[in-house]
């Protein structure tokens, strides 16, 4: 009896630290694009960022697209010099504009949605399935310019969390 509920601790400690693992990892990924974006940004003043979904190269959506991109609003909007556009704010003036994510990618949708929030910069954010890893990426717009201001990239290890996160909610 001891060493069946010892075994159903030991294997409960497993999973949780998996589903931790998972996280930690994705977490880990988007404070690395963070800190990427953050040395590409103006040191001085506040930057107003809108952050879109990472979608694919097909500009589908997922479960992991959406939580990453949420975990970098978190993250920018950790920095006082950083304010980032709520997801839920930039779905609704999507959905007015008829326009999806990915339409971000084309410069004039990104200013006139960046106009919207009176937005400084932009970032159109990527994933790609690597194999072992989902490739993220993520392209700095300077709405005022059209130019790149530069790019970030990391790696988010894929487990099952991941794998199932890629294949729900698409859109």
Do not use: C, K
């Given at each position: 009896m001891r060493v069946t509920v010892l075994a159903a601790v030991v294997v409960g400690i497993i999973q949780g630290g998996a589903v931790d693992a998972a996280a930690g990892g994705a977490a880990g990924a988007v404070a690395r694009l963070a800190e990427q974006i953050?040395?590409?940004?103006?040191?001085?003043?506040?930057?107003?960022?809108?952050?879109?979904?990472?979608?694919?190269?097909?500009?589908?959506?997922?479960?992991l697209s959406r939580y990453l991109?949420?975990?970098?609003?978190?993250?920018?909007?950790?920095?006082?010099r950083f304010l980032p556009i709520e997801r839920r704010h930039l779905?609704?003036?999507?959905d007015q504009l008829?326009?999806?994510?990915?339409?971000?990618?084309?410069?004039?949708?990104?200013?006139?949605?960046?106009?919207?929030?009176?937005?400084?910069?932009?970032?159109?954010?990527?994933?790609?399935?690597?194999?072992?890893?989902v490739a993220v990426d993520t392209r700095v717009l300077d709405v005022a310019t059209g130019a790149m201001l530069g790019f970030a990239s990391a790696g988010v290890t894929k487990d099952a969390t991941v794998q199932r996160m890629l294949e729900t909610g698409r859109q």
């Open positions: 953050g040395s590409l940004l103006p040191a001085d003043g506040q930057v107003r960022i809108v952050v879109s979904d990472f979608d694919d190269s097909q500009g589908v959506t997922t479960d991109a949420d975990l970098l609003i978190i993250q920018l909007g950790r920095t006082p779905r609704i003036i999507l008829a326009l999806r994510s990915s339409d971000l990618r084309r410069l004039d949708e990104a200013r006139h949605v960046a106009s919207q929030f009176h937005a400084d910069v932009v970032l159109l954010n990527g994933l790609a399935d690597a194999g072992a890893q």
